[in-house]
């Protein structure tokens, strides 16, 4: 019998994507009296004169800055707490709710709303958006004998993210389980056609393309704040004849702006083809009835 996939998926990247700036310029970085300039700089020769992966560079020079007053992950989560986001964050997760009709609710859809992101997991565990996310996949160190901070133990490049996009398709969060088992499309929980992705740039085209592949979303955002216009052409080269995306908005989250308005009509869109999907399969006897 086939699951019910009544679960629309919002997926998200982070820095730049719900937060204005890096989440290591916001709160790692000041903590530390670290230079952003000059560690950026470190990252990218890293990158261009040693060929390292980007995420990669950052975390090693992150670490090398970091040296002997390295955090525990405790102490990351605790600087989460300062996290700072686009306008109408965290309250749009709630918000969102309110567009699913009666008739939604009666068939049991619901939202869920997860991270895909190359940031640092614990910063984003601690941060007030945490409470409104069924999960966070994010990069992640493993602690020494001291509980402090040491190698990189999940390291999430902007390539590996369409490995989290299959998890949340199937349902396999716990890390433990190999994403790559079989698992026939009317048992996913959260199909590709019950998800949006929204990103801000290049780094997400592998997530964008696998949604628009499969009659997913995708949106890119910008931040419409950023008088040099950078974030806004790094969102527009992927729209037009590129074809990256369906849908290009500011990064204003709150009721009323161009974005929630988006938003709020694919959660509409998707929530009323899982009602006419679920009634078909309800009539055919091919799925279980709602539980109330």
Known sequence: MAAPQNIIGLVY???????????????????FG??????WKKCNRLVKEQEYESELAYLKVMLDYLDFDRPTNADLRELGKDLKFFPGLPDMFEELEEVLTPEHRAMEVR???YIISSGIKP???GSTLSPYLKEIFGCEFAEDESGAISFPKRVISHTSKTQYLFRINKGMLDMSKDVNDHMPEDLRPIPFHNMVYIGDGPTDVPCFTVLRRNKGYAMAVYNPKDESRTSFRKAFQLSGSAARIDYLAPADYRAGSHLRLLLEEMVLDIADS???RRRKELSEGTVAAPTH
């Not at 990247?13 to 903590?31: A, E, I, N, R």
Request: hydrophobic residues 35%; without cysteine; glycine residues 2%.
């Open 123 to 125: 910063l984003i565990e």
């Open 111 to 113: 939202i869920e709303h």
């Open 274 to 276: 899982i009602v006419e």
């Open 34 to 39: 670290i230079n952003p300039e000059e560690f």
């Open 13 to 31: 990247d982070y820095d730049q994507t719900l937060s204005p700036t890096y989440m290591q310029d916001g709160v790692l970085f000041p903590k």
